[in-house]
Nanobody
Framework: VQLVESGGGLVQPGGSLRLSCAAS????????MSWWRQAPGQERELVAS????????TYRDSVRGRFTISRDSAKNSVSLQMNSLQVDDTAVYYCKARALTGMAYWGNGTLVTVSS
């Protein structure tokens, strides 16, 4: 099983980034996908999630309207489009796959730094 995040980097406040997570080694369509983040000294927090059939999405309040989660079943990938980035969005972003059984897999993370 692998979840490989990409797309992180340094961006100025107000800028945009698109994170991607490539999944392999499990039945992608059976898993809900989500993005989490962890800032230095902070607990890991849920940013956005999307159901296995893409019928439902959720966002934490601070990113709603700025971030968009999507998944591509043909490519076994999930993306997070991040617009109007703020300094407080600086964190390591993780991709997570979770089945209804509770089985879960994590990626290793990609660093997003928002700074002028």
């Amino acid at each position: 099983v692998q979840l490989v995040e990409s797309g992180g980097g340094l961006v100025q406040p107000g800028g945009s980034l698109r994170l991607s997570c490539a999944a392999s080694g499990f039945t992608f369509s059976d898993f809900a996908m989500s993005w989490w983040r962890q800032a230095p000294g902070q607990e890991r927090e849920l940013v956005a999630s999307i159901s296995a059939r893409s019928t439902a999405t959720t966002y934490r309040d601070s990113v709603r309207g700025r971030f968009t989660i999507s998944r591509d079943s043909a490519k076994n990938s999930v993306s997070l489009q991040m617009n109007s980035l703020q300094v407080d969005d600086t964190a390591v972003y993780y991709c997570k796959a979770r089945a209804l059984t509770g089985m879960a897999y994590w990626g290793n993370g990609t660093l997003v730094t928002v700074s002028s």
